[in-house]
């Protein structure tokens, strides 16, 4: 179980940074759809070897890619905002900041209890738990 908790937290770490990388190569909005291709794959094979769901990994990752975009200085998601709304960049990334916090403590939530995020799809796909 220990092993598993490790893995995580270093998965989670890696795919904050490539969401962070991405906006910062690309600057734009939709480079999640370009790192999951690639995060996606590599992540899947150790998880899968360990026990996590793969429904449960996607999540996680499709949730880390998010927070990556969010995250000043290279967030591509405050970029985006920057010019709809017309705050600086700096106003905005200090106002980021709270909810950020309430996200990754969502993340944990989600990483640490499989439940909150299988549920749902096992309504539907009654072969996941």
Request: hydrophobic fraction near 55%.
């Amino acid at each position: 179980m220990k092993k598993i908790r490790i893995v995580t937290i270093v998965a989670m770490a890696l795919l904050l940074v490539a969401g962070q990388a991405a906006a910062a190569e690309f600057k734009a909005t939709m480079k999640i759809g370009s790192t999951q291709p690639m995060d996606h794959p590599i992540n899947l094979y150790p998880s899968s070897h360990l026990g996590i769901n793969p429904v449960h990994m996607g999540i996680i990752v499709c949730f880390n890619l998010v927070l990556g975009l969010i995250t000043p200085p290279v967030g591509g998601v405050l970029f985006a905002v920057c010019g709809v709304s017309g705050l600086s960049l700096e106003k905005l990334s200090v106002a980021v900041w709270k909810p950020f916090w309430i996200a990754l403590a969502v993340l944990l939530l989600i990483t640490y209890i499989p439940r909150l995020s299988t549920f749902l799809p096992g309504l539907f796909m009654p072969g996941i738990r």
